[in-house]
């Protein structure tokens, strides 16, 4: 070896050392990397084991609605992971139900799903051509179907369709429905029903008159206002026919 390719001791060993210091950091890399490799695949396993998975499911508001229907249009199973509930997605599934106005839906850890839900109350019931009975709430949305005329709401009487449950009324029943729901307390106590008639709606009064109320969809309020005005000032069994299809100027002709 040449003088001038001679590497000195002390140079020679430093180079080393540096040499074996980076091995050493690269080393301390790789390791830490593999570990949080190691944890990220523990978090991961865990969250796809029965230590986070749907263990129960409960209700709070349910009185119509029963917990299997709110499972199933939820997707909220047993054994189902918790981290792959969406809650506002659970949320639109479960107010898709006929009686569930809205829903909110909580994870709560480990296991549990809690479903608050607020539901819709009827407000009229609507006669089908089988018998039946459709409970309507004020949206025009069927809650259910059950054998008799139902208590404590108003009768319609006449229409040609009524869907199923879950689905909303139309038309020229949607109205008349939309005229049940708004009768106010005074009304309420001397209408038996609502009929549908050709050109409109009218109500049946439970001594035997009618009021015509026409389309529902115009003037609607002032309608019912000028009906209970005329029938507090004649009296429900004076009325054959009371007229309010112009509210300003209703026409009456007395039984």
């Known amino acids: ?25 690269r080393l301390k890399v790789a390791g830490a990397a593999g570990a949080m490799v190691l944890v990220a695949a523990g978090l991961w396993g ?9 263990d129960e499911v409960r209700t709070v508001g349910a009185g119509q609605t029963l917990l299997e229907e709110v499972v199933h249009a939820g997707n909220l199973r047993a054994g189902r992971p918790m ?16 009686w569930v106005a809205t829903a909110v839906v909580e994870r709560r850890w480990p296991g549990s799903i809690v479903v608050t839900v607020t539901e819709r109350a009827p407000v009229a019931g609507v006669a089908r051509g089988d018998g039946s009975w459709a409970l309507v709430d004020s949206d025009g949305r069927v809650l259910t179907l059950i054998a008799g005329p139902p208590a404590g709401i108003p009768h319609v009487h006449d229409a040609e369709t009524v869907p199923e449950p879950g689905a909303e009324v139309a038309g020229e029943l949607a109205g008349a429905v939309a005229a049940a729901a708004a009768l106010p307390e005074s009304l309420r106590e001397v209408v038996g ?7 409109g709606v009218e109500l049946a009064l439970t001594e035997g008159g009618v009021v015509r109320l ?34 300003r100027a209703p026409v009456l002709a007395r039984s």
Request: aromatic share 0%; charged share 30%; proline share 7%.
């Open 1 to 25: 070896m040449t003088a001038a390719t001679r590497i000195h001791p002390k140079i020679k060993e430093r180079r080393v050392a540096v040499t074996k210091e980076a091995g050493r950091r």
């Open 46 to 54: 865990l969250t796809r084991s029965s230590l986070l998975d749907i």
């Open 83 to 98: 981290t792959d509930v969406d809650p506002a997605a659970s949320a639109r599934g479960i107010e898709k139900l006929p």
């Open 193 to 199: 029903g609502v009929n549908l008639r050709p050109g």
């Open 214 to 247: 026409g389309d529902p969809s115009r003037q609607l309020g002032e309608k019912l206002r000028a009906a209970a005005t005329v029938l507090r000032r004649v009296g429900v069994g004076e009325v054959a026919v009371l007229d309010v299809t112009v509210p």
